[in-house]
């Protein structure tokens, strides 16, 4: 890939330099050295796409669902051709180890996903004598994290294009690599020129005047609650539609009748997926009391299966983290756990002994977690566990419930009717159940993980709205 500068937006069909002239580092997480800069874009550029997608919006907005399949087959397609250049963007600048090839086909799949919802979608549907119209919400402006760039990318346009829907896309500026790789391969798809515009800027900058656009009725933003709550705050005066996926702090309940190592392994892979830089990561990991023992040996044997590495070499799962700033703030939680009480059962403050170079952490096991530690409260997105202990399932549910937030959850259990049963009662938009998975079911959450359900058609109707026709 080498260094280079990215001095290119994509506005109205085009790859145009920006308007704004700020130049931001862009780093490899696994040496800590800058690989590039982007020329991040500013609000007129933002102005810029948002009435190149309000003057594309009249025409397709009226395609048929024809049209819009054979469009996101083309996007799909044009996407899977770039497969290759998109794995080494991914690995160069995020840190991504190399098994993690699921972080470009996940992309791929969020657009054959949408194909698959679109194919049998109702657009038209009957309420008693009225003919109700699912029509488009009008111009989508799409935020999207750093932690999967693409596939937020794909998801968000996906279904903003399958409603009818134009687009004006911010990406994380610290992810400009893999989204140059990302539009130039949008671009050779051949989309009528401003039904997508992808504008890489800051968020108090880009994103702002996004969500502060008349022109602009609906967001969808993936990210922390805490800038989540600001655009809240900033879409109220215009009555925006508001699609908000926000932060976690998930619960894995491994239940007594469970085998030891095989829930063991499943919760630790829950809490270390994506290098921990996951909302949905199963942080928080519920353990029977009369098993605390053979659940900490356990997961003490189980760590040789997580090893920290070079994203390159095959063997490692967890890679670095995004940057320095990242780093310390993993770095900071670590001590806090050690401050409060907690147990070091792995890991521990620093970097791995043989990775002295870019933001790796030391994949961090907590024992005698009570849940009012910060590290059992509060989203750390990094490779920090903590194990808690139950008395029943009673129990194990209210400490589960006991968060602010409620986008993920986890159960594991030799009994399937009794997991559904525990899982039912954990308040979460998704659960999954022994590792059980299905992209195309409603995915948001409960509490201050969010508002409003992405994904299949749970998240198209999210992109559309009702026009009742009574005669």
């Not at 500013?42 to 309000?54: M, R």
């Not at 972080?103 to 969020?110: E, L, Q």
């Not at 705050?233 to 190592?261: F, V, W």
């Amino acid at each position: 890939m080498g260094t280079k500068l990215i001095d290119k937006i994509y506005i109205d069909g085009a790859f145009v330099t920006p308007h704004g002239t700020e130049l931001f580092d862009l780093y490899n997480p696994a040496t800590g050295q800058v690989i590039g800069q982007v020329q991040l874009a500013d609000e007129v550029d933002t102005q810029a796409a948002v009435t190149a997608a309000k003057a594309a919006l009249p025409a397709w907005s009226r395609t048929t669902r024809e049209e819009r399949i054979d469009a996101l087959r083309r996007l799909r397609d044009a996407v899977a051709a770039r497969r290759e250049a998109l794995l080494q963007a991914v690995r160069l600048e995020y840190g991504a180890p190399v098994r993690n090839e699921w972080m470009v086909d996940s992309a791929i799949g969020a657009f054959e996903g949408m194909i698959k919802t679109l194919e049998t979608f109702a657009f038209t549907r009957q309420a008693g004598n009225a003919v109700v119209e699912m029509v488009p919400v009008g111009v989508a402006g799409l935020i999207t994290p750093w932690n999967s760039d693409m596939f937020f990318i794909a998801d968000k346009m996906a279904t903003a294009l399958a409603g009818g829907n134009t687009v004006v896309m911010k990406p994380s500026e610290m992810s400009a690599t893999q989204t140059w790789v990302m539009t130039e391969a949008l671009h050779e798809a051949g989309l009528p020129a401003g039904v997508f515009n992808i504008v890489t800027g800051r968020g108090d900058v880009v994103g702002t005047t996004i969500t502060r656009h008349p022109d602009v009725p609906k967001i969808s933003f993936t990210g922390s609650t805490s800038v989540g709550k600001a655009i809240f705050r900033d879409s109220a005066d215009l009555m925006k539609s508001l699609t908000l996926e926000l932060g976690g702090k998930s619960p894995s309940i491994i239940l007594d009748d469970a085998d030891m190592n095989t829930a063991m392994f499943g919760a630790l892979s829950s809490g270390f997926v994506n290098s921990s830089q996951a909302c949905v990561a199963g942080t928080r990991i519920l353990v029977p009391e009369s098993r605390y023992d053979e659940a900490l040996k356990a997961a003490v044997e189980q760590m040789s299966r997580f090893p920290v590495g070079d994203p390159a070499d095959p063997a490692t799962v967890i890679g670095p983290m995004v940057s320095q700033k990242q780093w310390e703030r993993v770095q900071g939680y670590i001590l806090r756990g050690i401050e409060e009480g907690a147990r070091l059962l792995a890991g521990g403050p620093g970097k791995p002994e043989d990775l002295p170079n870019g933001y790796f952490v030391r994949p961090t096991l907590f024992a005698d977690v009570t849940n009012d530690m910060a590290i059992a409260r509060e989203e750390i997105f990094g490779p920090v566990l903590s194990i808690l202990t139950y008395t029943d399932e009673d129990h194990a549910i209210e400490i589960a419930n006991d968060t602010d937030y409620g986008l993920h959850g986890y159960v594991f259990s030799a009994d399937q009717e009794r997991a559904l049963r525990i899982a039912s009662r954990i308040e979460a938009g998704r659960v999954s159940i022994n590792g059980g998975y299905e992209p195309l079911s409603p995915f948001g959450g409960f509490k201050q993980s969010g508002i409003g359900r992405e994904y299949g058609s749970y998240g198209l109707e999210e992109f559309l709205q009702t026009r009742s026709l009574m005669v």
